[in-house]
């Protein structure tokens, strides 16, 4: 079995509909890029794409059904998190 991959930075998740297939377009923002940018309006911060993945409706629907598992741990993860903060408030008041 070959090694995994190392890590590659993630910050933009694009997705398009391509015939009967779901384009993800995987890549990130320089941070350096955003230094200078101007402060007023609208502004659109180029994203270096660095991965495009093709999905069926299939794979959208697996990817989608993962996504909202780990979103609903980290949402539980919080909670208990502020619930512990909150007990501790309590206890020291």
């Excluded at 990130?28 to 402060?39: F, I, Q, S, T």
């Excluded at 208990?80 to 408030?89: D, L, S």
Aim: charged share 25%; net charge negative.
């Amino acid at each position: 079995m070959s090694p995994r991959p190392a890590p590659e930075p993630a910050s933009v998740f694009r997705f398009a509909f391509s015939g009967s297939e779901v384009q993800m377009l995987v890549g990130y923002v320089d941070p350096e890029r955003l230094v200078n940018l101007p402060d007023h309006g609208e502004v659109e911060v180029p994203a270096e794409v660095t991965h495009r993945f093709m999905l069926s409706p299939r794979g959208l629907f697996q990817l989608k059904s993962q996504l909202d598992e780990i979103a609903q741990k980290l949402k539980d993860s919080v909670d208990a998190v502020m619930a512990q903060m909150a007990a501790e408030m309590d206890d020291t008041a």
